[in-house]
């Protein structure tokens, strides 16, 4: 069958600019499996609801099957002149089992057709990317278990702010992680809803039933609008959007390993079979695995700018426009699976680097805010407290030390409420390890922190 399933009316011959220009199939030929399983689904409903005869039912499944193996081997030639998936399936279903494939179209059309095989995808990508992020997260909680006492500069403005545990530094990524896995999670609610026997737009006149087919395809829903069914991509738009934010995270986790790299942080060392070097430069080792997860993210941000701009205004209910919606949804899966794969893989072989973390530490004032707490603790208001400290600040500026290399004198002329206990509030040990408010940086804190994220990650069920 290679004449059109639509060229009844046409008098003229497609022109070739235009088979070229309209086909989808160098990018709908990845959803051939969606099709297939949709297809049989479909036929089992046609059988089951009394619409085409058992016997054909089975001859269509069995054809189907054939296709799919064929594909799946390679063996199966694809043709611009088919113009997609779908049409490629059904042709060479007529060339498999003859006449019968024409009826496997019944109650049908491509516009149902195309939303349940991207709804059969995403679904399943969605689903592997839950269950990669859990990979991503465990990894967080196992380098933040392992390095648990490790103490660096937070900061603020990239400025050194106080000082923090790596581990609770590392803890931050877990929880941003866990966010994107809970918005892909409830991404899939809406995702997982099946559209099939809505047909062009309006619902078909046989005696169809749309719950035996979700039943077959797993669905949680089946679609309540026929309209809406074809015309929506809302759930790729959720999914790109979740992706997107995702990507805000791993460019934000790619930043900060490319700035720890460099030798002025010198805070890790990248595993060598993960980095790269350079060309002309025989001493250089680069970072491109985070340089390239930075760079990724504009893709995925244009996935989602190019997707939300095809939609916009679109008149219900199938407009051509919509078949772009595949490329960019595949370039978001693929970059996004990427991403999660490659840095779960590099993560637990990132060298941290104690001492250098822990010296950056002891330059820059990292304990002001704990002098002023102490202040506070001898009953000095804090604004007043901050001003004291301030002063002191300068004055230790001024001669080149930090505030606990200034002797008791020199800081008894800021406050006379100080005594030597200062000194003990001013190590950074004490500075980490009296924030103990909820989700602070204090050890046990954190220790509490890894073990219920571990908890929590041990008894979540994946999809
Ligand atoms: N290749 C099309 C797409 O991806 C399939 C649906 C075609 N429907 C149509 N009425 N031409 O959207």
Redesign the pocket.
């Known amino acids: 069958m290679t004449e059109k399933a639509w060229d009844g009316r046409f008098a003229e011959k497609t022109d070739q600019t235009v088979e070229a220009f309209t086909s ?1 199939i160098a990018i ?1 030929r990845r959803l051939y499996r969606h099709d297939i399983d949709g297809s049989i689904a479909h036929c089992g409903m046609l059988a089951r609801t009394g619409i085409i005869s058992e016997q054909d039912a089975v001859l269509l499944s069995k054809g189907l099957e054939q296709i799919r193996d064929e594909i799946a081997d390679g063996l199966f030639v694809f043709d611009d002149r088919l ?2 998936i ?1 049409m490629h399936v059904e042709s060479r279903l007529f060339d498999i089992v003859g006449n019968v494939a024409r009826k496997l179209h019944t109650a049908r ?3 149902d ?2 939303a349940l095989d991207a709804r059969l995808y995403l679904r399943e990508e969605t689903r592997r990317i839950i269950r990669q992020l859990h990979a991503l997260r465990n990894g967080f909680v196992e380098a933040a278990r392992v390095n648990i006492s490790i103490i660096m500069p937070g900061y603020t403005h990239m400025q050194r702010a106080q000082p923090v545990l790596l581990s609770h530094h590392l803890l931050a990524y877990y929880e941003m992680f866990t966010r994107d896995a809970e918005r892909f999670r409830d991404a899939l609610t809406r995702i997982d809803v099946m559209p099939l026997g809505c047909a ?1 737009l309006a619902g078909t006149t046989y005696p169809i039933d749309r719950d035996d087919t979700a039943r077959q395809l797993k669905f949680g829903d089946v679609s309540a609008n026929s309209i809406d069914a074809v015309a929506d991509r809302d759930f790729m738009l959720e999914f790109l959007s979740a992706a997107s934010i995702c990507m805000v995270h791993f460019s934000r986790l790619s930043e900060e390993l490319v700035l720890w790299a460099s030798t002025e942080f010198g805070f890790i060392e990248l595993p060598d079979a993960f980095s790269t070097g350079s060309s002309i430069m025989p001493q250089k080792k680069n970072p491109d695995v985070p340089e390239l997860i930075r760079g990724k993210t504009g893709r995925v941000f244009g996935d989602l700018m190019a997707l939300l701009t095809t939609m916009k205004a679109l008149p219900m209910a ?1 407009n ?1 426009d ?2 772009e ?2 490329s960019t949804l595949f370039s978001s899966v693929d970059t996004l699976q990427a991403c999660i794969d490659v840095m779960s893989k590099m993560l637990p072989r990132i060298m941290f680097k104690k001492d250098a973390m822990r010296q950056a530490t002891t330059k820059g004032f990292l304990n002001a805010t704990d002098m002023a707490d102490y202040l506070v603790g001898k009953g000095i208001p804090f604004r007043e407290a901050h001003a004291v400290v301030g002063r002191a600040v300068a004055y230790a500026l001024d001669h080149g030390k930090e505030l606990e290399q200034l002797s008791l004198e020199e800081m008894r002329t800021f406050s006379k409420e100080i005594d030597a206990a200062l000194f003990d509030a001013l190590t950074v040990e004490q500075v980490v390890n009296r924030r103990t408010s909820k989700g602070g940086t204090a050890t046990e804190n954190v220790k509490a922190a890894a073990n219920l994220a571990a908890e929590r990650l041990a008894a979540e069920t994946l999809p």
Do not use: T
Request: glycine letters at 0%.
């Open positions: 989808s709908d113009e997609d779908h059309s491509r516009n057709q195309v062009a199938y051509r919509l078949q919606d595949k």
